[in-house]
């Protein structure tokens, strides 16, 4: 590595690094915009009500969930057992067309019904078996019951017009009509957050955080009802678990890099924690830092332009590739590059996403100490998406930030990976939802094996 390339680098270290008091000064920000959001004013974090707790292991029965959180579709039967056993029986996956992400609502919500309907045809399955349908529905919604909520915005590149504004259940429920789908309601809306910490918590009561690190990041805890100024909640001295949407919190320091890449998003000013930390954003940061770096002619050549000009031609799973030790270049699409370039490459990799790591892990400790200040208890903190189960050495950069905070008593929190919350545990939100308490004292079924 020449000296110039060196110097860049170490210039791109201190731009993006994330030091363990930027960390803390991070986390007392984050405490102030959770009160805000709580008390009701304007804030970056939306603390939105699901108008649930969480689940006690006993609810039962078949289910449909509909999940839709980004550009895949899922439809999936799910059964419960009633003791902390859940199972998917089926499953569809669809690839959702970007011209249906950002075409007209009513094509997106048809889409959806066509989904359900395909699905129950090719299963075979009874609708009249499959009553409940669980719409989990990963984008800022504000909810005013468990199965009815408003979409105020969205995220992660889609636009369809038309919904923002909208009770996202009713759409989905007016399209099942139109497809003469009538014997299925819509009796839960789950955030995917919220879906993965009820996965968790049905059969762990020790957890008490769900977070999301894959193509949008996000987080949710249960709340104590009496401190939410809302309003109007059911049992008042319960808990409901709140969806912060931290991706959008906005009391970072950003650099150039973030702001050049904030305006060419579908959403600028919005989601600033997310385009620092999530998937769908962590490659388009290390294409600009590249193409920035080809520009000053510190690597690459202008030949290669092309590619780091188009608009997410860097994946955070490329970038994983090249924490593996792979050919980062090949990956996407530039052949023949020096081994100099290549390493050069792998640094800018490394420096965005332990970054990315940081502020999620400095997140998560926010949330922690929330809950409890002085880290009395044990935490189960149920996480899904790619960058945490797939990135290497990503966990390990959100412990260092946890044993910065916390010392030894980090090791009271266990981060645990936690697969299909927006299926399975959208399905037991589903059931939390229709059969409440009583369903505690009923038998349950006989027990299945848990087949993921
Ligand atoms: C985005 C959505 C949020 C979701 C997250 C993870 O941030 O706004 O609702 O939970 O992505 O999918």
């Not at 020790?206 to 977070?211: A, H, I, L, N, R």
């Not at 520009?295 to 332009?305: A, E, S």
Request: net charge neutral; charged share 25%.
């Amino acid at each position: 590595m020449n000296q110039t390339t060196r110097k860049y680098l170490s210039k791109l270290e201190d731009l993006f690094s994330f030091s363990p008091a930027d960390a803390q000064g991070a986390a007392a920000r984050f405490h102030e915009e959770m009160k805000r959001g709580l008390d009701g004013q304007t804030s970056s974090l939306r603390m939105l009500p699901s108008y649930v707790g969480r689940p006690t292991g006993a609810e039962q029965g078949r289910f449909l969930a509909l999940d839709l959180g980004g550009t895949n579709l899922r439809v999936l039967a799910v059964r419960l057992d009633g003791r902390g056993k859940a199972e998917i029986t089926a499953v569809n996956r669809l690839a959702v067309p970007e011209t249906v992400m950002r075409g007209p609502g009513e094509a997106l919500f048809d889409f959806l019904a066509e989904g359900v309907a395909l699905f129950l045809e090719e299963h075979r399955l009874d609708p009249k078996d499959h009553r409940d349908l669980a719409f989990t529905f990963s984008f800022p919604v504000a909810q005013s019951a468990v199965n009815a909520g408003v979409l105020l915005n969205w995220t992660k590149g889609f636009t369809a017009a038309g919904v923002a504004g909208q009770n996202v259940v009713a759409l989905l429920s007016e399209a099942l009509r139109r497809k003469r789908i009538e014997e299925v309601s819509v009796t839960a809306l789950v955030n995917d957050t919220v879906g993965t910490l009820a996965t968790k918590s049905y059969a762990d009561s020790s957890c008490d955080m769900g977070v999301i690190l894959g193509t949008g990041t996000n987080a949710c805890y249960p709340e104590k009802t009496g401190r939410l100024a809302k309003g109007g909640f059911p049992q008042p001295g319960k808990e409901m678990i709140l969806n912060l949407e931290w991706g959008n919190f906005d009391k970072l320091v950003t650099n150039p890099y973030d702001e050049a890449l904030d305006r060419i998003t579908l959403n600028p000013g919005r989601q600033r924690m997310e385009k620092m930390v999530s998937g769908m954003y962590i490659g388009e940061l290390v294409r600009l830092i590249l193409l920035d770096m080809t520009d000053r002619g510190i690597m690459l050549d202008k030949k290669h332009r092309p590619v780091l000009a188009r608009e997410h031609s860097v994946s955070s799973e490329q970038m994983s590739l090249s924490a593996l030790g792979e050919d980062f270049f090949a990956a996407i699409g530039i052949p023949d590059v020096s081994d100099r370039d290549r390493d050069a490459a792998a640094h800018v990799c490394r420096i965005v996403s332990r970054r990315s790591a940081r502020i999620a892990g400095a997140a998560l400790a926010a949330v922690v100490t929330w809950m409890d200040a002085h880290l009395e208890k044990k935490h189960t903190i149920a996480i899904d998406g790619s960058l945490f189960e797939k990135y290497p050495g990503y966990p390990e950069n959100m412990r260092c930030v946890l044993e910065e905070f916390f010392a030894c008593r980090a090791d009271r929190i266990s981060l645990c990976t936690t697969s299909d919350g927006s299926g399975i545990g959208a399905a037991i939100i589903a059931a939390v939802a229709s059969f409440g308490q009583e369903q505690k004292h009923k038998p349950a079924l006989p027990r299945i094996r848990k087949n993921r």
